[in-house]
């Protein structure tokens, strides 16, 4: 695996790799990696003759410093994980090569997805999403970018920003990879300490159940009794919300038909997990 750290660097590589004729996909990461990430990478691995991989913790995307702060770094394992599944590249741009100073700040059109859900509790977090992955795209000029499900409003935004900026590349959507016990996994796990562990399953619990509750009508009460099930398990719930998987509008009353996705987003301590569920049994 070569690792770059310079965009020039990077650049006069996948130039050459696109003269020869080779398909390049590219997985966006901030690193700490886990199953999840090595599933989008073997799944690029497959499409193309070139993977390229970048680790980049993006601080505009935080809305929370001492999140940004406390998040993991395992750059040595993930080193050696990406070499054990035959990554070609790592990009690990430093914060200068990604924001140089002078640099102007795009701010982009995305709509109600900047402001339901992850965008109304984490304000500002997916403008810097849009920025740190149209930068990335303009870099690596990917025939295909690789995405997880786990981050359901993350991978509209991105496919919004590619139609917003008229971008030539094919966004495919990964299923969310979990533990045994239903959590889904996270870079953000590693922060749990040992009695969270235990408490977060009920998180992926709850959307099944909720999943399993709905039917066509009014589906406030379920909601309810979801946020109830969290909260009698010390979770503090930013949201769960039943809404339309095409624009995650918020459903009250279910026509029983429409796909709806279920999601989530709950403290447990100080930290913050989401997860979602597709609700598959249409009429
Ligand atoms: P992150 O490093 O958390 O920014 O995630 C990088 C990419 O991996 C994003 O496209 C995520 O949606 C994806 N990802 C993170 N966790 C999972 C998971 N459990 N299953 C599938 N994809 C994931």
Not at 12 to 22: A, D, F, P, R, T
Request: charged letters at 25%; glycine letters at 6%; hydrophobic letters at 40%.
């Amino acid at each position: 695996m070569v690792i770059f750290k310079k965009t020039v660097d990077l650049k006069k590589y996948i130039e050459l790799q696109k003269n020869s004729g080779k398909l390049v996909g590219f997985v966006p990461t901030m690193g700490a990696l886990h199953e999840g990430h090595i599933e989008l990478l073997k799944a690029a691995k497959i499409e193309n003759e070139v993977v390229i991989v970048s680790i980049f913790v993006n601080p505009t995307q935080f809305n929370n410093e001492e999140d940004f702060k406390k998040y993991p770094n395992t750059i040595g394992k993930d080193i050696n994980l990406l070499e054990a599944n035959e990554c070609d590249v790592l990009f690990l741009p430093g914060t200068n090569e990604m924001f140089p100073a002078g640099q102007p700040k795009t701010i982009y059109e995305l709509g109600l997805l900047e402001n339901v859900l992850e965008g109304k509790y984490r304000p500002g977090h997916f403008q810097g999403v849009a920025q740190v992955v149209h930068l990335l795209l303009k870099k690596v000029k990917p025939k295909t970018l690789y995405l997880g499900q786990k981050d359901y409003q993350q991978c509209m935004v991105i496919k919004k920003l590619i139609q917003v900026e008229n971008l030539p590349v094919v966004v495919k959507v990964m299923p969310t990879i979990r533990e045994k016990d239903g959590l889904a996994m996270s870079s953000r796990n590693l922060r749990l300490s040992p009695t969270a562990r235990q408490i977060v399953p009920k998180i992926f619990e709850t959307l099944q159940w909720v999943a399993a509750q709905i039917k066509e009508g009014d589906v406030t009460e379920i909601k309810g009794q979801a946020l109830g099930m969290l909260s009698k398990n010390n979770f503090k719930v930013d949201y769960l919300e039943i809404a339309n998987s095409l624009d995650l509008t918020p459903v009250s009353t279910w026509d029983g038909y429409t796909p709806v996705v279920i999601l989530t987003a709950a403290y447990l301590d100080d930290i913050r997990l989401i997860d979602n569920l597709p609700v598959q049994n249409f009429k």
